[in-house]
């Protein structure tokens, strides 16, 4: 197999790289067109546990939409605690203000027996839809997320999955 690497000459190996560089920017370019599409800088988001069963199940992939502050009780929002970088996936049980008032809102996962105030930030009772919502849950695939869970729980699979990538573009002929 690195044979057929030795054997390339530099003009192919440089074609084959710049392929593989070009996949890879392509893939970015699309994360971050529909995150502006979106307004959400997470437009895709799995879900990491079971607290939303039966609706949602580990390993469900999310479209987000974030376009339009007015959300409803019973929507199901996505949201980050302040300080962390881990997507909750609940949905929103009380709101309080609205209009001219910021719009704070109350969530709870629905195989949950209270809301998240426990969840949330010290000192903190609501989330703040402005600040704290990355978006509402406008659609979803099962499992397909399942993928992301593998990866995020055994590290070493995402240098591998990479590696046979690269080979993979590299080895490729045209």
């Known amino acids: 197999m690195f044979s057929a690497v030795a054997n390339l000459q530099p003009r192919q190996l440089a074609t084959q790289v710049l392929n593989f560089a ?4 392509t893939a970015f370019m699309l994360w971050k067109g529909l995150s502006v599409a979106t307004d959400s800088p997470s437009p895709i988001v799995v879900v990491l546990s079971g607290s939303m069963e039966p609706a949602f199940q580990r390993g469900d992939l999310l479209f987000l939409w ?65 600040q704290d919502v990355i978006g509402s849950v406008k659609g979803y695939v099962p499992f397909v997320g399942y993928v992301t869970i ?4 055994h590290p070493w699979m995402k240098t591998v999955m990479l590696g046979i990538m690269g080979l993979l573009v590299v080895l490729q002929r045209e």
């Open 66 to 130: 974030n376009r339009g502050q007015d959300t409803q009780i019973g929507e199901i929002v996505v949201y980050n605690v302040r300080g962390k970088d881990i997507p909750i996936v609940h949905r929103v049980v009380q709101r309080f203000g609205g209009g001219k008032k910021p719009l704070r809102l109350l969530t709870k996962g629905d195989d949950n027996p209270s809301d998240d105030t426990e969840l949330y930030a010290r000192g903190q009772d609501y989330l703040e839809r402005s």
């Open 22 to 25: 070009l996949i890879l920017s």
């Open 150 to 153: 593998m990866l995020s729980e």
